[in-house]
């Protein structure tokens, strides 16, 4: 292995993978009515199906950025081991933790570590889109390219990797501020379901409204049949979900089904990503043949 990576907990990934390739994971924070967790640590399982029934309960959920101290320690032990940094990063136009994590990555090489080589992309990605972009980042890596070529790459490919959503309460988006409340009361009378994607900005943006949830659910599969990379079946396909299993696997299926992808990855949506978006977000990622 010829550098390290190293992602924060935004990106999904199961610790298995994290584990298997050798990842650096910083946590961002949560907090429930004041108690403040960690939505990843190595070894510590987080329930994740309690999390979003306390959501549903209405217990007060704040979230907060990558813990600076985990950063410190994750690149310390990797700089003092001898190895150089990619980082990848939560997109920042929907967190402060990218540029945070960066500022603090970038003090501790040039105060302690001057001759180790560091190099820090925003992904522009969120979920398993990140965890996703980090797979393919890995593969590079594991390919025999440099730290340089692996960041150059990502700086090439980030706007290759398709990001879509859906919600089932639109609450959380007009809490979120990004819904007026009288368009999220009219919506939920009318049962409209927005599909919002990330944009080339890595802002989430509303793209259209679909009436019921299976057509929202369909609508997503309809993105990934029209706009995936060729050939489709040969790719990883990523679904989060926040605790709604059933239409991660209807997704799936219907994927699978059109056309013939057999390589999925589904996992809960974190929980810093999921209180903003509330119980029911589905997510899919893959890669396109367009930029986003």
Not at 24 to 29: D, Q, R, S, T
Not at 164 to 193: E, M, P
Request: negative net charge.
């Amino acid at each position: 292995m010829s550098f390290s990576i190293l992602t924060d907990s935004s990106c999904n990934l199961p610790e298995s993978l994290i584990d298997e390739h050798h990842l650096g994971v910083a946590p961002l924070e949560f907090s429930v009515e004041g108690k403040i967790y960690y939505s990843y640590l190595k070894g510590s399982i987080t329930n994740l199906k309690q999390f979003y029934d306390m959501m549903r309960s209405g217990k007060v959920i704040t979230t907060s950025l990558a813990s600076l101290k985990e950063v410190d320690a994750l690149s310390r032990e990797r700089f003092t081991a001898g190895q150089d940094i990619l980082y990848l990063g939560f997109d920042s136009a929907l967190s402060g933790t990218y540029e945070n994590t960066t500022v603090y990555l970038n003090k501790v090489r040039d105060e302690d570590f001057p001759q180790r080589q560091l190099r820090c992309v925003d992904t522009l990605a969120a979920a398993l889109g990140e965890g996703l972009f980090v797979l393919e980042a890995v593969k590079q890596r594991d390919a025999g390219k440099s730290l340089d070529e692996v960041a150059d790459w990502a700086l090439a490919q980030r706007l290759n990797f398709a990001h879509w959503f859906t919600v089932d309460d639109l609450h959380y988006l007009q809490r979120g501020g990004r819904l007026s409340k009288g368009a999220a009361l009219a919506g939920s009378v009318l049962n409209i379901k927005p599909v919002l994607h990330v944009d080339d900005e890595g802002y989430l943006v509303p793209v259209e409204k679909v009436r019921g949830r299976k057509k929202s659910l369909l609508a997503l599969a309809d993105k990934f049949v029209t706009t995936a990379r060729d050939p489709k079946d040969n790719q990883l396909v990523c679904i989060s979900h926040a605790d709604c299993l059933d239409d991660a696997h209807f997704i799936r299926d219907q994927i699978s089904e059109r056309c013939g992808v057999s390589d999925f990855l589904i996992n809960y949506l974190d929980p810093v990503i999921g209180a903003h978006a509330g119980p029911g977000t589905v997510a899919l990622f893959f890669i396109t043949n367009q930029q986003r």
